[in-house]
């Protein structure tokens, strides 16, 4: 069973609207969650993170949103961009465990 | 400042063959870990090692194995290659690992594209 799961496998936005890309989790000992951002042909790179104790951390135009209740993440990208075309990666963690990505959705920004 | 480096960046393999995929981290972080991606699945963790000396098995361990040379290179060995391993090999490093604070995300290289044919 996937612990994590991003249910949209792609998602396409207008440049200057806002995005939402979600995550779904199951193990309720997810203390840390991370968002990363993948060019092709790049690996990985960290774009946010929140921890358990928060419910939303915002840096620019990037906030993620936890719902511990639900079990569910958001990233809200606004106003989305050209350059914001890339493939998204949520990945939480239990403390003293590794981290366990989802599957990823591929957001595409329309000039 | 290079970050994390991998070679080579494409590989093709015959069934039966070995290779080895190098890392190395110039950030001086002690845990470093290697993952696969292949569609529709995220990464996942094939090994990793927490700490200089020390090796753990992720999710996928089978027919791999992994060194950790020293602080700054964790090299990836497929001994006898199979299609399944066909996939893109990512290395990634952090500074404390699973014991990390908030502040400590993986730091990962460019991937090398590996065919198993």
């Known amino acids: 069973d996937q612990q994590v799961k991003q249910n949209s496998p792609s998602l396409s936005v207008q440049e200057g609207r806002i995005s939402i890309l979600n995550c779904d989790y199951t193990n309720s000992m997810f203390d840390y969650f991370l968002w990363y951002k993948k060019y092709p042909a790049e690996g990985p790179t960290f774009l946010i993170s929140i921890s358990s104790i928060k419910d939303k951390n915002e840096d620019g135009r990037f906030t993620v949103f936890l719902n511990k209740s639900a079990k569910h993440l958001s990233l809200h990208i606004v106003p989305s961009q050209p350059g914001d075309s890339a493939v998204y990666f949520c990945?939480?963690?239990?403390?003293?465990?590794?981290?366990?990505f989802g599957p990823g959705t591929r957001l595409s920004v329309l000039p | 400042n290079a970050g994390v480096t991998q070679t080579p960046k494409f590989q093709v393999l015959k069934t039966g063959q070995s290779m080895t995929l190098q890392c190395a981290q110039d950030?001086?972080?002690?845990?470093m870990y290697w993952y696969r991606q292949d569609p529709g699945m995220g990464l996942r963790l094939i090994y990793y090692?927490?700490?200089?000396?020390?090796?753990d098995k992720g999710e996928v361990p089978n027919g791999y194995n992994v060194s950790r040379l020293n602080k700054r290179e964790f090299s990836l060995r497929l001994e006898s290659a199979a299609p399944s391993q066909t996939s893109v090999y990512f290395c990634?490093?952090?500074?404390?690992?699973?014991?990390?604070?908030?502040?400590?995300?993986?730091?990962f290289g460019n991937g090398t594209r590996l065919t198993v044919t």
């Open positions: 090692s927490a700490s200089e000396g020390t090796t």
């Open positions: 990945a939480p963690r239990n403390y003293g465990q590794n981290f366990v």
């Open positions: 950030m001086n972080h002690n845990s």
């Open positions: 990634a490093s952090s500074e404390d690992g699973r014991l990390s604070s908030y502040n400590s995300p993986l730091h």
